[in-house]
């Protein structure tokens, strides 16, 4: 998580979901909201930025980016969405914790570093 991370954890924990309506050309990928989503499992609302798609799959709750289609997703939304985005949010955690994510970036490291194949 971006910044004071027990605050930021309960300010985003706090949600019912999380709304991602960047543009989709991206002008929001430094933010480190996506990854405190997935870091708390609160289901996200998405935009049609393909980096969510990718990042997270199912597990977003696709809404568009422009006003009068994520107006329509939110007319039709109902809580079930939200509960099995979570779920899916959850069940994302493992492919993004920090510690295998480094042990497969030092290995590689080592690898090309000592020029093995």
Do not use: N
């Not at 999380?18 to 405190?36: C, E, K, N, R, S």
């Not at 798609?53 to 939304?77: F, K, P, Q, S």
């Not at 480094?102 to 290995?107: K, L, N």
């Amino acid at each position: 998580m971006t910044g004071d991370k027990p605050a930021v954890a309960l300010k985003v924990a706090a949600c019912d979901a999380i709304a991602l309506p960047f543009d989709p050309d991206g002008d929001m990928l430094a933010t480190g909201t996506v990854f405190d989503a997935i870091g708390v499992g609160i289901p996200a609302l998405v935009s049609d930025w393909p980096f969510l798609t990718e990042t997270l799959g199912d597990a977003g709750v696709r809404v568009g980016h422009r006003a009068g289609d994520i107006a329509a997703a939110l007319d039709r939304l109902h809580a079930d969405d939200l509960t099995v985005a979570g779920s899916r949010m959850d069940d994302l955690r493992s492919d993004y914790e920090w510690q295998p994510i480094a042990d497969a970036t030092f290995a590689l490291f080592e690898r090309v570093v000592l020029r093995e194949h």
